[in-house]
């Protein structure tokens, strides 16, 4: 039975196909001849802060990451669930920026994979037998063709699963990295470069008139390992981690209230239409966003079917229509070249999601073919 049909969107659901169905760019970037490393998963952020004793406070004395080894130039962190050295890297810096997005690959091998891809893509690429991070071995970093710096490693210290050790945990443990979220001006582009890196999409964002405004790219059989949003790039839109439980997001809420540091909340808590997750957003203390997400589905069959929800179905990016605030379509942190220089920000000239859905020019409906405007209609910023 074929699975490549459009289900057109009538009724509440999002439209479901069982292609990639976005379409192509104007713009591509030629597919290597080279073979792709076999790409795992997400596995850690490479992140500058500007204060390193502020930093630490949000995400080790408020959030619970669980410090592997520290110095006065970087704290390297994970999740409970983690058995790698780290998760996310917090490294002193000039500009708070991003400075790598690095993905675990299944053999060593695969290390000579990426340097030839990369290399026939006409990129920079640069390899360290000895890692370019604590508790990492030998990797390549490369300048991809979207201007996002990417490492690719195998090699890696242990350290114990802290899984179970439950005396350890706080009510708002994060137990695993989940996903990067990425800005990038033109999706189709990103998207079909991610293709050929070995990603498939399961999600985007689309409108009739065939404008992609976001896509959601999995390697890992979850929803995503990394998501392409339309807008002003390179950018790290933000970087999530799971917890197991709604609860535990609450509690995170809670924390936050009871320290009154409120307003390090961006948005939510809420549940997601795309993924059918359930989030929060935080900003750190330079502003580097933080989602904490969990409960989205599997989508490891070959046959998982893409969703794709109209840009202008109020539910996509919150499932009980509440707004989503315009710093999260506009903020996002820069990203740094191999020389640790930030990146320069191209401007997206494709519609943008924020000025087609919110405020006079833009529209949202809760359901479809309904005139009314009110409250969740995304009328209220
Ligand atoms: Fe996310």
Request: aromatic share 10%; charged share 25%; hydrophobic share 35%.
């Amino acid at each position: 039975m074929s699975t490549d049909h459009v289900v057109t969107g009538d009724g509440p659901e999002p439209v479901v196909t069982g292609t990639d169905p976005i379409p192509a760019s104007s713009n591509p970037i030629p597919t290597p001849a080279a073979t792709p490393p076999d790409v795992v998963r997400c596995a850690y952020l490479d992140l500058v802060v500007t204060d390193l004793a502020a930093s630490r406070a949000f995400y080790v004395d408020v959030l619970g990451l669980v410090v592997t080894e520290e110095d006065d130039e970087a704290i390297y962190l994970r999740s409970f669930e983690e058995f790698i050295h780290h998760n996310l890297v917090l490294r002193k810096g000039p500009v708070a920026a991003a400075a790598a997005f690095a993905y675990r690959v299944r053999t060593p091998e695969d290390l000579d994979r990426a340097v030839a891809f990369y290399t026939e893509l006409g990129c920079r690429v640069e390899r360290r037998p000895d890692g370019f991070a604590k508790g990492i071995g030998d990797s390549v970093r490369v300048e991809d063709p979207l201007g996002f710096p990417y490492e690719f490693f195998y090699d890696v210290e242990h350290v114990e699963r802290l899984a179970w050790r439950y005396e350890l945990h706080t009510p708002g443990a994060l137990v695993r990295l989940d996903h990067f979220n990425q800005v990038t001006p033109d999706v189709p582009r990103a998207v079909k470069y991610m293709e050929d890196l070995g990603f498939r999409v399961t999600e985007d964002i689309q409108d009739e008139a065939g404008t992609t405004y976001a896509a959601w790219m999995r390697r890992k059989p979850t929803v995503h390992d990394t998501a392409m949003t339309g807008g002003n790039g390179p950018r790290l839109h933000h970087i999530a981690f799971s917890t197991h439980e709604k609860h535990n997001i609450i509690a995170i809420c809670d924390k936050l209230g009871a320290l009154r540091m409120s307003d390090v909340i961006e948005r939510g808590p809420g549940r997601h239409g795309v993924s059918n997750a359930f989030y929060l957003y935080l900003r750190d203390p330079d502003g580097h966003r933080v989602e904490i997400y969990t409960q989205d589905y599997w989508t490891g069959d070959p046959d998982n079917p893409v969703v794709t929800w109209d840009v202008h179905d109020n539910q996509r990016r919150d499932w009980w229509g509440n707004p989503v605030v315009p710093s999260w379509y506009t903020e996002a942190s820069l990203v740094l070249d191999l020389d640790g220089n930030p990146r320069p920000v191209v401007a997206r000239t494709d519609d943008s999601e924020m000025e087609v859905t919110v405020g006079a020019d833009g529209f949202s409906y809760t359901r479809k073919g309904d005139e009314e405007k009110g409250f969740k209609l995304g009328h209220t910023l």
